[in-house]
T-cell receptor, first 111, second 114 residues
Framework: SQQGEEDPQALSIQEGENATMNCSYKTSINNLQWYRQNSGRGLVHLILIRSNEREKHSGRLRVTLDTSKKSSSLLITASRAADTASYFCAPQDTGFQKLVFGTGTRLLVSP | KAGVTQTPRYLIKTRGQQVTLSCSPISGHRSVSWYQQTPGQGLQFLFEYFSETQRNKGNFPGRFSGRQFSNSRSEMNVSTLELGDSALYLC?????????????FGSGTRLTVV
């Protein structure tokens, strides 16, 4: 199993702006998953992108994957205060391997 | 369908005591994973169970143990509690071999050791 590394560590924006966070990993993957965690709560699965996919959308979320650069990005468009949370990426080598989480990106969206 | 249920939600224990946390996965999910989250160490993988067998284990001392029952419910136990065991303990359920659909996490148990 490998751990993703999120960047930046913290991001502060205004409501309505877009938020972009990045994830880098080290070795080839089967898929990469993004999760959100509101303060003191469990993680919520946002989106999964497979290694043969380059881009995926879910509502205001857009995830891209560049396997040649071993990186992924999560874009949240038209951010809302409710998007304030920590965001984690989790690369998965195979469907059977455990997920290992990095330190995440702390996003603060101010009204 | 019901989500992942963790009990209790909050717990305060004294150093040296032991504690048992419970996790009921989503119906049909047979894999349960446990994580410890602290401000200093972040999210650390504890162990994972599938069909009552431990399949993966993290780097935690033997004071941390777990088990899974035939109905897929899981418990984790921490013996001889230390102050550093204070953390949010998260449980996640998934379909083994089909985890490409992601994990579903419970709300966690907040353990405070005093």
């Amino acid at each position: 199993s490998q751990q993703g590394e999120e960047d930046p560590q913290a991001l502060s924006i205004q409501e309505g702006e877009n938020a972009t966070m990045n994830c880098s990993y080290k070795t080839s993957i089967n898929n990469l998953q993004w999760y959100r965690q509101n303060s003191g709560r469990g993680l919520v699965h946002l989106i999964l992108i497979r290694s043969n996919e380059r881009e995926k959308h879910s509502g205001r979320l857009r995830v891209t994957l560049d396997t040649s650069k071993k990186s992924s990005s999560l874009l949240i468009t038209a951010s809302r205060a409710a998007d304030t949370a920590s965001y984690f990426c989790a690369p998965q080598d195979t469907g059977f391997q455990k997920l290992v989480f990095g330190t995440g990106t702390r996003l603060l969206v101010s009204p | 369908k019901a989500g992942v249920t963790q009990t209790p939600r909050y717990l305060i224990k004294t150093r040296g005591q032991q504690v048992t946390l419970s996790c009921s996965p989503i119906s049909g999910h047979r894999s349960v994973s446990w994580y410890q989250q602290t401000p200093g160490q972040g999210l650390q993988f504890l162990f994972e169970y599938f069909s009552e067998t431990q399949r993966n284990k993290g780097n935690f001392p033997g004071r941390f143990s777990g088990r899974q029952f035939s109905n897929s419910r899981s418990e984790m136990n921490v013996s001889t509690l230390e102050l550093g065991d204070s953390a949010l303990y998260l449980c996640a359920s998934s379909s083994w071999g089909d985890r490409a659909h992601g994990y579903t996490f419970g709300s966690g148990t907040r353990l405070t050791v005093v």
